[in-house]
């Protein structure tokens, strides 16, 4: 829905609010035409209900809303000696329409000094639950959200088994655009395996103010742009059209931001021209060819295993002299090229066109593609055939123009053009683990609008997660690490626990001092 529809549907149902309580308003006390006033209404509702004036702000939050309606369709009720069981509910399962029944059939008294404590245990504990289901979801939404690393595309920088806090307001908190979904959860729901939202209606986009751009090397989460999959690591080969903050979460680093002209040489990022410097924390790994000395005992899981080899290797040919790694970092490649019996130890750097890369150019691949302008919002480029394949996508799905070619001609919304100008801004993101990744370099730029977070810290660190719960282990090096900084990673888990144990003393010595008084 365009932010046009949006508008007359919440004048729609501001005119349903009132056709339906203003009785009950006038019974309250109020004016009549206070029902009738969008976000008036709501104020003066909360105060006849006895609820304070910020549940009206609760009203307009997406997924937030959801559990609020029911709530506040109860509390009427109740405000109005409507507190049966069959009233409550009535109340939920005709969503609110039986106040309808009530304001127009019923002569009820209001009840302005309504007692607001639950009355039994088992509304005490809706209650609390409710609340509490409130609160995390407003942090998860705009705040932090918990995320695990799935896969070894970061190996390194980020292992399979973190479990991270990813930041909503570092780029700024993305409200909702699937307004009927359940909350602080993602695509599926838990245990019953099914879709946990409604595709439709969806809300635009907004994204509140942040406190930093996304700059070149950060690590980020977004929803992926290319995502079909039915749900994560679904083989089922069953697809489905997903709203875009429903899409699957990726983490990748940015290698190249809006505005930059980006080419990849030999497997190495250029931007502008220059190559690009990654990060200390960054080990970017490549796949190998070692070749040995047959004669010289090598045992080769020690020894990949020593340098951090961890994607796995295998014999290249029958003479069983090349080892065909993976997965290998530069660093690990020098002390391999040390170690008795080994030959040499060769990066492989791909020469050959891939017909799955992105945009589909003939003479590209993993290695080696560009030069690529990266878009930026508000710039215009040249729009022909030769470069149609790269912003084809953006215009027909990210931005929602139709685009058709007649001949040499290009038409976006039935009009010839010759040239575009990007309405957001767009990513190039990547894996550290360049032959283990699948990145814009197969499905193209990441829009501003599917970016989700930045991942801040390591809460836990599970090694083993794909070999069962039998064989796993904490990495306790890795507990309470920063994601992103300078230097290597430091783990803050034992100023954790000191100040837990200063709490814990603390405590105990106020209360001893509490009796003593």
Same mark, same amino acid.
């Given at each position: ?13 501001? %005119?349903?609010? =009132? ?17 009738? %006033? ?40 109740? +405000? ?42 088992? /509304? ?27 896969? +070894? ?18 780029? /700024? ?25 409604? +595709? ?71 931007? *502008?021209?220059?190559?690009? %410097? ?70 492989? %750097? *791909? ?37 149609? +394949? ?34 957001? *801004?767009?990513?190039?993101?990547? =894996?550290? *683990? ?50 992103? /900084? ?32």
């Amino acid at each position: 829905m365009s932010t046009y529809q949006w508008f007359v549907f919440f004048l729609i149902v501001q %005119v349903i609010h =009132g056709l339906g309580t203003w009785k009950l308003y006038e019974k309250a006390g109020r004016k009549r035409w206070e029902a009738f %006033v969008p976000v008036y209404n709501a104020i003066v509702l909360m105060r006849i209900i006895g609820r304070p004036t910020l549940w009206t702000l609760l009203l307009f939050i997406p997924i937030i809303n959801l559990i609020m309606f029911p709530v506040i369709w109860v509390e009427t009720l109740r +405000s109005f000696g409507k507190k049966s069981t069959a009233d409550t509910w009535l109340g939920i399962f005709t969503f609110g329409l039986y106040i309808y029944y009530i304001n127009y059939t019923q002569d009820v008294n209001y009840i302005s000094d309504r007692s607001l404590v639950a009355t039994t245990k088992t /509304g005490d504990t809706i209650s609390s639950l409710l609340f509490a289901i409130v609160v995390a979801t407003l942090v998860h939404t705009y705040v932090m959200q918990p995320f695990q690393i799935p896969t +070894s595309s970061l190996e390194k920088s980020l292992l399979i088994g973190d479990f991270l806090f990813v930041s909503k307001f570092h780029y /700024g908190a993305r409200t909702p655009m699937t307004s009927v979904a359940a909350p602080m959860v993602h695509d599926t729901l838990p245990l019953v395996r099914t879709k946990s939202y409604l +595709s439709y209606p969806q809300l635009p986009y907004f994204r509140f103010p942040g406190f930093e751009k996304i700059e070149k090397n950060d690590i980020v989460v977004f929803n992926w742009p290319a995502d079909t999959v039915y749900k994560f690591f679904d083989t089922s080969g069953k697809s489905i059209v997903k709203p875009i903050d429903k899409r699957s979460n990726y983490v990748k680093r940015c290698q190249g931001t809006p505005g930059d002209n980006l080419q990849i040489k030999n497997g190495v990022v250029h931007i *502008n021209g220059k190559e690009l %410097v990654l990060p200390e924390r960054a080990k970017p790994q490549h796949a190998y060819y070692m070749t040995y000395d047959l004669n010289t005992p090598i045992d080769f899981d020690y020894v990949l295993k020593g340098v951090g080899s961890t994607d796995g290797a295998g014999y290249k040919n029958e003479a069983r002299d090349t080892i065909f790694i993976k997965a290998l970092s530069d660093e690990a490649a020098v002390t391999l090229r040390k170690v008795p019996g080994i030959k040499s130890v060769t990066k492989i %750097v *791909n020469q050959f066109p891939e017909g799955n890369i992105f945009s589909h150019n003939p003479t590209w691949n993993s290695d080696n593609l560009g030069p690529i302008y990266i878009p930026e919002a508000g710039k215009t480029v040249p729009l022909n055939k030769e470069n149609l +394949s790269l912003y084809k996508r953006l215009i027909t799905v990210y931005e929602k123009h139709n685009l058709k070619t007649v001949g040499d001609d290009i038409y976006i919304d039935d009009k010839k053009v010759t040239s575009y100008t990007f309405q957001q *801004n767009y990513y190039w993101m990547m =894996g550290d *683990n360049r032959n283990n990744s699948e990145d814009s370099r197969y499905w193209g730029f990441v829009p501003e609008d599917h970016i989700v977070g930045k991942p801040v810290f390591i809460w836990m660190s599970i090694d083993g997660m794909n070999e069962g719960i039998t064989n796993w282990r904490i990495r306790w090096d890795r507990l309470f690490t920063t994601v992103n /900084g300078e230097g290597q990673p430091e783990s803050y888990f034992k100023y954790f626990l000191g100040l837990i144990a200063l709490y814990v003393v603390g405590d105990y010595f106020m209360k001893k001092r509490k009796a003593k008084a």
